[in-house]
């Protein structure tokens, strides 16, 4: 029986690129934990009056099931922004990189674009906001380190 070099070359490379497509959908999400994150929050044409400040903040275990809404993967710091109630929405992560949009119950409801590059203990991003009915654009930079597990106190 003589075997046809297509069909030989046919094979090989789907055995070749069967492992590619039997992957599962991988994110790029910081490992659970307490971070130390420093954040600036920068307006249009006021970058250098931003001022940074230092905040704790604990990362749970987040499920990525896309059948249903999620909740924001890395929280905005900054203080009265109106994204608490907000959910994460076309989560896409690749090599060391998370992005995602953010988006809010109701109508003219403020929204957002994350952007992160992930290591192993650390990340750091920009989440650029438009703040719904008010037209009003900003900027919240993040840089974060990992400090320990959430169920530890650190002084």
Not at 8 to 37: C, D, K, N
Not at 72 to 80: F, H, L
Not at 96 to 125: E, M, N
Request: with cysteine; charged share 15%; aromatic share 6%.
């Amino acid at each position: 029986m003589t075997w046809s070099r297509g069909l030989v070359a046919g094979i090989f490379l789907a055995t070749l690129l069967q492992p590619l497509y039997s992957m599962p959908a991988r994110h790029s999400l910081p490992p659970p934990g307490l971070y130390e994150v420093i954040a600036r929050l920068e307006l249009p044409h006021l970058e250098r009056w931003a001022i940074d400040h230092t905040t704790t903040i604990c990362l749970p275990i987040t499920q990525s099931n896309t059948e249903i809404p999620i909740p924001i993967p890395i929280p905005i710091v900054s203080a009265n922004n109106p994204f608490p109630q907000c959910t994460a929405a076309n989560l896409v992560g690749y090599d060391k990189t998370l992005q995602y949009d953010i988006v809010c119950p109701g109508r003219g409801a403020a929204k957002g674009r994350a952007v992160y590059s992930v290591s192993r203990d650390a990340f750091s991003g920009r989440v650029a906001m438009v703040m719904g009915a008010k037209n009003m654009t900003m900027t919240e930079v993040q840089s974060a380190r990992r400090i320990s597990d959430c169920d530890r106190r650190h002084d």
